[in-house]
């Protein structure tokens, strides 16, 4: 079954950081990209930055270049996303997902397959 476990959200005042953590499993790893997606209330969810897990390639939404830096761990099946320089519109609630389709950030995973997802507020 596939699985993610995400982490590390919270509140935070404009202009802070967060790292967020995702643990994955249930499928190969490094056959796919590991995306970070994110959803605000009346919102459609959206991607925001995603990494292939064969080359470390990583691709990010343009409202989030330069601010955001994703990282993964293969041996540990984890993917990180390091936020800086947060801005309130940043709000949202946040999932990781396996995908094949990396470079153009569609929040499509494999499987249908979404965590619970990790709570971000950024206060302004």
């Known amino acids: 079954e596939v699985q993610f476990v995400e982490s590390g959200g919270g509140l935070v005042q404009a202009g802070g950081s967060l790292r967020l953590s995702c643990a994955a499993s249930g499928f190969i790893f490094d056959d796919y990209g590991i995306g970070w997606f994110r959803q605000a209330p009346g919102k459609e969810r959206e991607g925001v930055a995603c990494?292939?897990?064969?080359?470390?390639?990583?691709y990010y939404a343009d409202s989030v270049k330069g601010r955001f830096t994703i990282s993964s761990d293969n041996a540990k099946n984890t993917v990180s996303l390091q936020m800086n320089s947060l801005k309130p519109e940043d709000t949202a609630v946040y999932y990781c997902?396996?995908?094949?389709?990396?470079?153009?950030?569609?929040?499509?995973?494999?499987?249908?397959?979404w965590g619970q997802g990790t709570q971000v507020t950024v206060s302004s």
């Open positions: 990494i292939s897990s064969s080359d470390s390639t990583t």
């Open positions: 997902a396996a995908t094949v389709s990396c470079p153009s950030l569609v929040p499509n995973p494999i499987s249908g397959s």
